[in-house]
């Protein structure tokens, strides 16, 4: 039973910053390319940042492509999502999520991942 448990959100300004953590239990860690995606309601559920198992990639949707950094720690067990500069439209309930990599591969697709978080609300406002 893998589990992932996502800390770090709150309320923050607009041009503020916020640091999500992920901790995933279970398993071999260093085997799960992660990611995060986010979630407002009556939108579909939207893909932010994914890093592979070595964590040698990355990717980042482009809505947050320079303010977001995906940053893991094979040794902690747990995967990061540093966001800079963030807007009113950031706000939203963020996700980890895992899936098992064979190869060195970044996912960015939700149906990709087998195992989420329960989930961390991040809201931007003044």
């Known amino acids: 039973q893998v589990q992932l448990v996502e800390s770090g959100g709150g309320l923050v300004q607009p041009g503020g910053s916020l640091r999500l953590s992920c901790a995933v239990s279970?398993?071999?860690?260093?085997?799960?390319?992660m990611g995060w995606f986010r979630h407002v309601p009556e939108k579909e559920r939207e893909f932010v940042a994914a890093?592979?198992?070595?964590?040698?990639?990355?990717m980042y949707a482009e809505s947050v492509k320079g303010r977001f950094a995906i940053s893991r720690d094979n040794a902690q067990n747990a995967v990061y999502l540093q966001m800079n500069s963030l807007k009113p439209e950031d706000t939203a309930t963020y996700y980890c999520?895992?899936?098992?990599?064979?190869?060195?591969?970044?996912?960015?697709?939700?149906?990709?991942?087998?195992?989420w978080g329960q989930g961390i609300q991040v809201t931007v406002s003044s």
């Open positions: 890093i592979s198992w070595k964590g040698m990639h990355t």
């Open positions: 999520a895992a899936e098992n990599d064979y190869g060195d591969y970044v996912f960015t697709g939700s149906a990709e991942y087998h195992y």
């Open positions: 279970g398993r071999t860690f260093r085997r799960y390319a």
